[in-house]
């Protein structure tokens, strides 16, 4: 049918785009980047939370613990930057929590949807070649529960390079995350703990992830 009749069917007789039925749920059509110089891409079927994205950065330092430690409070000057309060346990699990408020007054990133992690890049510096290991976690603010815990989505081992005037970088793919799912109204922030003995150097962290939605 010549392209200037499509205009006058009724929408109960257009047909779907190629690849519709096919597709999976929550995805766009889009064009492929085909060859260089070339306008020969192919329609793909692309994931909604690819194409709507939104890049969040997390940023702090740390004087090194074997303990897990987080972020201070908002009511003291360096929050959320300062990453000083012990956790308690060198382990991210339910059978170590803290007061609720302790985690909801760091008030670094408090996630306004549903949202899913597509990756990211995690730069270090630290005086000395210890290993240790930055986390970034979730917790769901509770109105029933005074108590919290956190949920890792990524606990990543890094190394220092020996110089505080050196970066380490680490480009991070979603496989690398434990958990790439971002809950509504969860809030996200960073932990870090020594990797082993420590001589306690202060650490410097950057993060930023991007987060793909599918609303």
């Known amino acids: ?65 074997l303990n897990y430690s987080y972020p201070e409070p908002q009511s003291y000057g360096q929050s959320p930057y300062d990453i000083n309060q012990d956790y308690g346990s060198a382990t991210l699990s339910a059978l170590t929590t803290v007061s609720q408020k302790k985690f909801f007054r760091i008030g670094q ?7 899913v992690i597509n990756g990211g890049t995690l730069q270090v510096s630290c005086p000395n070649a210890e290993g240790f290991t930055v986390a970034l976690v979730q917790y769901s603010p509770s109105d029933a529960s005074t108590t919290a815990y956190p949920l890792p989505l ?13 970066v380490k970088t680490y480009s991070l793919a979603s ?7 971002i809950v509504l109204g969860n809030q996200v922030f960073l932990m870090v703990k020594a990797n082993g003995e420590t001589v306690a150097p202060t650490v410097y962290i ?3 992830v991007e987060i793909g939605y599918s609303k």
């Open 1 to 65: 049918m010549a392209a200037n009749e499509h205009k006058n069917l009724s929408s109960a007789n257009r047909h779907n785009p190629k690849g519709f039925e096919s597709a999976s749920n929550d995805t766009i059509l889009s064009k492929g980047l085909g060859t260089p110089g070339f306008n020969d891409g192919n329609l793909e079927w692309v994931a909604k939370s690819n194409i709507k994205t939104r890049k969040v950065s997390f940023s702090g330092y740390c004087s090194l613990l």
């Open 109 to 115: 990133f408090c996630s306004e949807q549903a949202g």
């Open 154 to 166: 990524i606990e990543k081992s890094v190394v220092g390079l020996s110089s505080d005037n050196l």
């Open 175 to 181: 496989a690398d995350f434990g958990e790439t799912n």
């Open 206 to 208: 950057n993060l930023s």
